[in-house]
């Protein structure tokens, strides 16, 4: 019986030892913090490499985006806009080929330009100018349509092929407000100042202070008016785009145009 109990006590006491090997007993506190640190470490490492990764990522998606808005909202704009007017010119005529049967879209603005281009070429001639002459004296007879009218007539002739004296007639460059600042406006007529001294031309100019409908005159020395390489058309998108289609370089027509300090500007 003796040998039977010391070799169950031994049997017993190897189990334990293999038990003991098998499964991790847990140290002091401070062996358990120093096993806990490289796995924090490691973790709070990939986190910030994970937040990195996302704010780069997010900063180049913003940067493609905002490119991506810039290139297509002109284009957009210019769609929009051409699609509209194509829209509003077709309904002119479009309504009369619909009671007609005849529903084709863009044949009521294909009929609408050849109207317009036929107006034009009628009143180049001399019984369309007599025409146009006789419903202006009407249409002057009217006591409000008469004040529209003029209006709108001169806003038309500024940007007319046909220059005439109501028209802007060049692009020009005065110093206005104070000396070393300019103002950009159109000539729109020459007066002569009579005086005791002789006689002074003047030059009418109107500079546009909200896109073209609102501005000032100013009656600007001839030879202190600045005339630049642009035509009045190149000059009515610079003010309507307010200054953004402005050229780089700007030179000057006349050779001969004298500032207000008294310095003579030459040919560019």
């Not at 004296?137 to 009218?149: Q, S």
């Not at 000396?179 to 009579?194: D, H, K, N, P």
Request: with cysteine; hydrophobic share 45%; charged share 20%.
């Amino acid at each position: 019986m003796a040998d039977e109990k010391a070799a169950i006590a031994i049997a017993s006491r190897d189990r334990e030892r293999d038990l003991q090997l098998l499964i991790p007993v847990a140290g002091s506190p401070n062996d358990v913090a120093a096993s806990c640190k490289p796995s924090s470490s490691s973790s709070s490492s990939q986190q910030t490499g994970r937040e990195t990764f996302y704010r780069v990522f997010r900063s180049w998606a913003s940067k493609k985006f905002m490119t991506g808005c810039v290139i297509l909202f002109p284009i957009a704009i210019t769609f929009y806009i051409t699609w509209w007017f194509i829209h509003f010119v077709d309904g002119f005529f479009s309504p009369i080929y619909a009671k007609l049967g005849i529903n084709i879209f863009g044949l009521g603005f294909a009929t609408s330009v050849s109207f317009i281009f036929l107006v034009g070429v009628f009143m180049s001639s001399w019984l369309g100018a007599s025409v146009l002459a006789l419903g202006e004296w009407f249409i002057k007879r009217m006591p409000f349509v008469r004040h529209i009218y003029n209006a709108s007539k001169q806003i038309s002739s500024a940007i007319s092929p046909d220059q005439n004296t109501k028209a802007f007639k060049e692009v020009a460059i005065i110093r206005h407000p104070r000396i070393g600042e300019y103002a950009f406006g159109f000539i729109t007529s020459t007066v002569t100042l009579q005086s005791y001294s002789g006689e002074e031309e003047l030059c009418c100019v109107y500079v546009p202070t909200n896109h073209l409908y609102i501005g000032d005159v100013f009656l600007v020395n001839s030879q202190d008016v600045i005339r630049p390489n642009l035509s009045v058309r190149e000059g009515i998108e610079i003010v309507v785009s307010g200054g953004m289609s402005m050229p780089q370089i700007l030179s000057i027509l006349d050779s001969d145009i004298r500032p207000i300090d008294g310095r003579r500007l030459t040919r560019s």
